[in-house]
């Protein structure tokens, strides 16, 4: 069964349309990336998927349960032990240690284990740094913790809203390959939302954002 499946949705706003006829459907294991001009809605859709915001129109299933038929605590629930988010910039809690950041989704779901943890920062190459605070480490230093802490928890989905858009091309390089080796020794979908086709070429497969819905993508891998 799917990770994920959406089906028809559509998002307007009044009388304005954001997206409409999108049909999508994520496997374990795999990342998917997502490209689109801008204010073509791919951000509002990550929130529809993650269900921070609720499409106009119809249904998402995320492991199991139909997200669209949840009311705001039942999609609380589900976002906190199913979803890791990696965003572009960052969202680490500066008061926080590396390693306490990495084990909050834990902490929140009262399932702390910082032998997890701490196998997460050595996936990711951090495994000496648990203890640094997020101003003692530089950005692409940053985005690892992010994924760190994304996959600490072993959700079924990953969204990724331009996780490298704030690094320089061999930081974003980096990230993205580990991103794309955690997602699969994880066996979590990864949905990846960017506007970089150097990016999107390194997932497995991709698709593009147009008025009339989702559609298959092929991008060139860049060297």
């Given amino acids: 069964m799917p990770v994920l499946e959406a089906f028809g949705l559509a ?6 349309p954001v997206f409409a006829s999108i049909d999508l459907c994520l496997q374990a294991g795999e990342m998917v990336a997502l490209l689109g001009e801008s204010g073509s809605g791919k951000s509002t859709l990550l929130n529809c998927l993650a269900g921070l915001d609720e499409p106009s129109a119809g249904r998402i299933r995320l492991a199991s349960a139909v997200l669209t038929d949840l009311n705001e605590s039942e999609r609380a629930l589900l976002r906190r032990q199913h979803l890791g988010f990696v965003f572009q910039a960052f969202h680490v809690l500066p008061h926080l240690s590396v390693a306490a950041n990495v084990g909050l989704p834990l902490l929140l779901l009262k399932r702390q284990n910082p032998r997890r943890v701490q196998a997460m920062l050595d996936a990711v190459g951090l495994g000496d740094l648990g203890a640094r605070m997020p101003r003692q480490l530089s950005g692409g230093q940053l985005q690892r913790v992010a994924i760190a802490r994304a996959l ?3 959700p ?4 990724a809203d331009e ?11 980096t990230v993205l390959d580990l991103l794309l080796e955690q997602v699969h020794a994880e066996g979590s ?3 990846l939302v960017t506007h970089s086709e150097r990016a999107a070429a390194r997932a497995d497969r991709c698709l593009l954002m147009t008025e ?3 559609v298959e ?3 060139q891998a860049h060297t």
């Fill in 189 to 191: 979908a990864c949905l």
């Fill in 152 to 154: 600490v928890h072993r």
């Fill in 212 to 214: 009339q819905g989702i």
């Fill in 163 to 173: 996780p490298t858009g704030n690094l320089d091309a061999r930081n974003a390089a």
């Fill in 156 to 159: 079924a989905l990953v969204l």
């Fill in 11 to 16: 998002k307007s706003y009044g009388a304005t």
């Fill in 217 to 219: 993508h092929n991008v």
